[in-house]
């Protein structure tokens, strides 16, 4: 039943609603459900990109004492374990230093486990994850550097995708923990983006002010490679700005509320010393004036910038 409930992905807010309601109003909700079922259950949220925050802490809560109970045995599947952190990080939720510490101290006791061939695409999906919740261990990211545990993903048959999470990855370890990075695990690879009707009429509405000499390059891009959320960067003579549209490809759905990878440009890119500017994809109803409020939040930004 649940597989073909995730089938369903954004069309289950319903369901999801429903499962939230009988999930808050169990009295013995860990009893009657183990870490593989609770895993599955919060990737319907991650895949839906439907924010529930009672029933998501609830069911977060619950798995990371579920994690930590299972310190001794170990038992809970290494992918089981990679769905969760897939789940809660791209629902880019914000955990204690408790939860943290629970997660790291387990990621550490099976990281033999982990090295092994056939877990090395889990592997890189759980660093990259627990990186995105701000949840790594700098000590271990260096050990698996340096062990070259990373370098058969791109010398190998490795599915791309993984191959694509794992040089996202290593630019968040040379932004973030500016540790230095064997060259070869530096290779990159060609991803083709996209970009929205909206991201396309701000270039183009950008591009007027080419002209009139305000900015020097307007270009559609992704910033931080193969962090597939395309936007508009524009060039001055002092500073790089970068403008995100919020609608449903970078926010939860119907919302403005930025979800997990979101989340993780924004932060990746104010470490770049980037000016951001955020748009809401309501200022598009109004075709009419569009040019001109667009044109001028652009202005206003970049003015502020000259004080």
């Not at 429903?18 to 009893?31: D, G």
Request: charged share 25%.
């Amino acid at each position: 039943m649940l597989k073909s409930i995730l089938s369903m992905h954004g069309k289950c807010k319903l369901i999801l609603r429903v499962i939230a309601f009988r999930n808050l109003s169990e009295t013995k909700y860990q009893e009657s459900f183990q870490c593989r079922i609770i895993d599955y259950f919060e990737s319907l949220y991650a895949e839906a990109l439907i924010l529930e925050p009672k029933a998501i802490n609830r069911l977060v809560k619950d798995s990371i004492e579920i994690i930590k109970q299972d310190g001794i045995k170990c038992s809970i599947r290494l992918k089981d374990l990679d769905r969760f952190l897939w789940s809660i990080s791209h629902l880019g939720l914000t955990l204690t230093l408790n939860q943290k510490s629970v997660l790291q101290m387990y990621f550490e006791q099976r990281i033999n486990e982990y090295k092994i061939k056939v877990n090395l695409g889990i592997l890189v999906n759980s660093v990259l994850c627990l990186h995105m919740l701000q949840c790594w261990n700098k000590k271990v990211i260096k050990n698996l550097l340096e062990e070259n545990i990373f370098m058969p993903v791109f010398y190998e048959k490795y599915h791309w995708k993984i191959r694509s999470r794992l040089q996202l990855l290593i630019s968040l370890i040379i932004i973030e923990m500016k540790l230095v990075v064997p060259h070869n695990l530096k290779k990159q690879i060609k991803i083709s983006s996209n970009p929205s009707k909206y991201i396309n009429a701000v270039a183009e509405i950008a591009s007027s002010l080419v002209e009139q000499g305000m900015i020097r390059n307007v270009v559609i891009e992704c910033p931080i490679r193969t962090l597939q959320i395309p936007g508009v960067t524009l060039i001055t003579d002092k500073n790089i700005y970068h403008i995100d549209v919020l609608d449903n490809l970078t926010c939860f759905r119907n919302t403005n509320i930025p979800h997990g990878l979101m989340k993780l440009k924004i932060r990746l890119l104010s470490r770049l010393k980037y000016r951001q500017i955020a748009i809401s994809n309501r200022m598009f109803k109004d075709s009419e004036a569009l040019h001109t409020a667009i044109e001028l939040l652009i202005i206003n930004s970049i003015s502020e910038n000259k004080t």
